[in-house]
């Protein structure tokens, strides 16, 4: 049971264009959103969340938008750089504890 | 402050054997998870602990268990180790005061089962 999809397993982009990776979630009890990168043989690094109550949050090049109707949201990254190329997870929690669900992950390749 | 710290990095095992995976959480954290990473099914949650009680418990066989220390420090054990336990094994440490916080990882432990 995947509470949290990601339905694009691999994304490629120009360098200096915008990339958009999304994140769909069918528990509604979710309200707090992070998205995780991860470089091979590393542990997933925290890049940026979003809670319940705001519908976008914004850290330097990397934007999380929420859709609560939806249950939809997105990472963009703007401008995209050969080194944002790694593995893009986004996680949800809710208010039941300290579980989170991880989605399957997008791989992101920035051509250069 | 020194990051999350997992050892060891590799293991190599043979089917039946048993296997503990440590962690150490960033220092002031209580709360430890374990989360098992395979090819094409991202993070699948194990367990967490806070304060020395598993507090959260995900969809994994009795084979798996794991506790955790009056410092903070967890171990994750697999007993009867099955092909199929070949995996990335990572631990995230939080506060765990706060149902709205970030985990941060550890680098994970590499499992394979021969």
């Known amino acids: 049971d995947q509470q949290v999809k990601q339905n694009s397993p691999s994304l490629s982009v120009q360098e200096g264009r915008i990339s958009i990776l999304n994140c769909d979630y069918t528990?509604?009890?979710?309200?707090?959103f992070l998205w995780y990168k991860k470089y091979p043989a590393e542990g997933p690094t925290f890049l940026i969340s979003?809670?319940?109550?705001?519908d976008k949050n914004e850290d330097g090049r990397f934007t999380v938008f929420l859709n609560k109707s939806a249950k939809h949201l997105s990472l963009h990254i703007v401008p995209s750089q050969p080194g944002d190329s790694a593995v893009y997870f986004c996680?949800?929690?809710?208010?039941?504890?300290?579980?989170?669900?991880f989605g399957t992950g997008t791989s992101l390749t920035v051509i250069p | 402050k020194a990051g999350v710290t997992q050892t060891p990095r590799y293991l190599i095992k043979t089917r039946g054997q048993q296997v503990t995976l440590s962690c150490s959480p960033i220092?002031?954290?209580?709360?430890v998870s374990w989360y098992q990473q395979t090819p094409g099914q991202g993070l699948q949650f194990l367990f967490e602990y806070f304060s020395e009680t598993q507090r959260n418990k995900g969809n994994f066989p009795g084979r798996f268990s794991g506790r955790q220390f009056s410092n903070s420090r967890s171990e994750m054990n697999v007993s009867t180790l099955e092909l199929g336990d070949s995996a990335l094994y990572l631990c995230?440490?939080?506060?765990?005061?706060?149902?709205?916080?970030?985990?941060?990882f550890g680098p994970g432990t590499r499992l394979l089962v021969l």
């Open positions: 220092s002031g954290h209580r709360s």
């Open positions: 996680a949800a929690s809710g208010n039941t504890g300290n579980q989170f669900y």
């Open positions: 528990n509604s009890m979710f309200d707090y």
């Open positions: 979003i809670s319940s109550i705001k």
């Open positions: 995230a440490s939080g506060s765990g005061t706060s149902v709205q916080e970030t985990q941060y």
